[in-house]
């Protein structure tokens, strides 16, 4: 389980060497060689919290097409962007998530970064309605995207079949049922880090940990995104644009009851030499439902740690917080 970092001033100790400690699930071998890809997944989930996934399946056209109608909005002056925002055009959907574009301010209370960014649903109606304040061929746009999303969402609805099954759950679809579902909170975050040349102690994104189930993350050939290992040691994790990065989130830790832990990251500020565009698919449940361990992972050894509470609540719990802040302690048995 990753621990807490002794300080998240920008001084890191990474050494280059440390990235090759990242594990790699290559999901080719789900037929030939499935027993040691379930439990290289779980040792994967239960060391770092964080895996390299190779052999995705997702075809590379899906992947430009959605990153080129992302890049074409980006490179917008920055008022033709702004109409895009949750300010001007709000979508009410009864949800929580402020959907749209961002700059700067990551959350709501003062967490800043060397950003700008889309938040999109993942239900096409929802990204058809927003696409207008985004592209000027709004089909183009919602076509792409949402190709993009159901791509991505499949693999990670795998991915968590295949987890379920590595930990020994019985029912091994209960994860991705939750990601299947039609009310599903889960979502696609593009995160669009401009060129900052000159070196400071700015964070392109602070640290955090994902408070969804978890998080497929690839980005282009650029730099910026880093990780905490238990040790304490802030690793630079290489890019690989042919590749996702899975990251566990406070969800999965707790229906691990704590077996799986959230993974601690945070993206540097972009020196160059081009701009950084980061996609990331949360994975979440609907927002009523109920998180809690599962009982399969409450042991006389580990009993529960964490109360049951619905996604809603403690997704309203982290947005009175900071980026940094300890958001599962709260939810503890005994705190
Ligand atoms: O863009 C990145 O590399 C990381 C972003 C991130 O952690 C997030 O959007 O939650
Ligand atoms: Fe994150």
């Given at each position: 389980m990753v621990v807490a970092s002794p300080?998240?001033?920008?001084?890191?100790n990474s050494k280059p060497s440390a990235a090759a400690r990242i594990p790699t699930i290559d999901l080719s071998d789900r037929t030939s060689n499935r027993q040691a890809l379930l439990k290289l997944l779980v040792e994967a989930?239960?060391?770092y919290g964080f895996f390299k996934l190779i052999n995705h399946g997702i075809p590379q056209d899906c992947i430009s097409r959605a990153e080129e109608e992302a890049m074409a909005f980006f490179a917008k002056p920055t008022a033709e962007k702004l109409p895009a925002s949750p300010e001007i055009s709000p979508i009410d959907v009864g949800n929580t998530t402020?959907?749209?574009?961002?700059i700067n301010n990551i959350g709501r209370h003062g967490d800043i970064g060397e950003i700008e960014y889309l938040l999109l649903p993942s239900q096409p109606s929802l990204i058809s309605q927003l696409a207008f304040s985004i592209s000027q061929n709004p089909s183009k746009f919602s076509c792409a995207l949402n190709d993009y999303i159901q791509a991505t969402k499949n693999v990670a609805c795998e991915l968590?079949?295949?987890?379920?099954e590595g930990l020994g759950i019985s029912d091994n679809s209960i994860f991705s049922r939750m990601i299947l579902d039609a009310q599903s909170d889960s979502l696609l975050r593009i995160n669009h880090y401009f060129i900052h040349p000159t070196p400071s102690n700015k964070l392109g994104f602070g640290?955090?940990?994902?408070?969804?189930?978890?998080?497929?993350?690839r980005s282009n050939d650029i730099a910026g995104l880093q990780i905490l290992l238990d040790d304490g040691l802030w690793v630079t994790v290489p890019p690989d644009p042919t590749a996702y990065y899975v990251m566990i989130g406070d969800l999965f830790q707790v229906f691990t009851n704590g077996r799986f832990g959230s993974l601690k990251h945070r993206a540097t500020a972009n020196i160059g030499p081009r701009s950084r565009m980061s996609m990331t698919f949360f994975a979440s449940p609907s927002l009523d439902t109920w998180i809690s361990p599962l009982p399969e992972m409450i042991t006389s050894d580990q009993p529960c740690v964490y109360r049951s509470f619905t996604w809603r609540e403690y997704k309203t719990y982290i947005y009175s917080l900071t980026l940094a802040g300890s958001r599962l302690d709260s939810?503890?048995?005994?705190p």
């Amino acid at each position: 389980m990753v621990v807490a970092s002794p300080n998240s001033s920008l001084t890191t100790n990474s050494k280059p060497s440390a990235a090759a400690r990242i594990p790699t699930i290559d999901l080719s071998d789900r037929t030939s060689n499935r027993q040691a890809l379930l439990k290289l997944l779980v040792e994967a989930s239960e060391k770092y919290g964080f895996f390299k996934l190779i052999n995705h399946g997702i075809p590379q056209d899906c992947i430009s097409r959605a990153e080129e109608e992302a890049m074409a909005f980006f490179a917008k002056p920055t008022a033709e962007k702004l109409p895009a925002s949750p300010e001007i055009s709000p979508i009410d959907v009864g949800n929580t998530t402020r959907f749209g574009y961002g700059i700067n301010n990551i959350g709501r209370h003062g967490d800043i970064g060397e950003i700008e960014y889309l938040l999109l649903p993942s239900q096409p109606s929802l990204i058809s309605q927003l696409a207008f304040s985004i592209s000027q061929n709004p089909s183009k746009f919602s076509c792409a995207l949402n190709d993009y999303i159901q791509a991505t969402k499949n693999v990670a609805c795998e991915l968590l079949d295949l987890m379920a099954e590595g930990l020994g759950i019985s029912d091994n679809s209960i994860f991705s049922r939750m990601i299947l579902d039609a009310q599903s909170d889960s979502l696609l975050r593009i995160n669009h880090y401009f060129i900052h040349p000159t070196p400071s102690n700015k964070l392109g994104f602070g640290e955090h940990s994902d408070p969804q189930i978890f998080a497929i993350l690839r980005s282009n050939d650029i730099a910026g995104l880093q990780i905490l290992l238990d040790d304490g040691l802030w690793v630079t994790v290489p890019p690989d644009p042919t590749a996702y990065y899975v990251m566990i989130g406070d969800l999965f830790q707790v229906f691990t009851n704590g077996r799986f832990g959230s993974l601690k990251h945070r993206a540097t500020a972009n020196i160059g030499p081009r701009s950084r565009m980061s996609m990331t698919f949360f994975a979440s449940p609907s927002l009523d439902t109920w998180i809690s361990p599962l009982p399969e992972m409450i042991t006389s050894d580990q009993p529960c740690v964490y109360r049951s509470f619905t996604w809603r609540e403690y997704k309203t719990y982290i947005y009175s917080l900071t980026l940094a802040g300890s958001r599962l302690d709260s939810f503890k048995i005994r705190p």
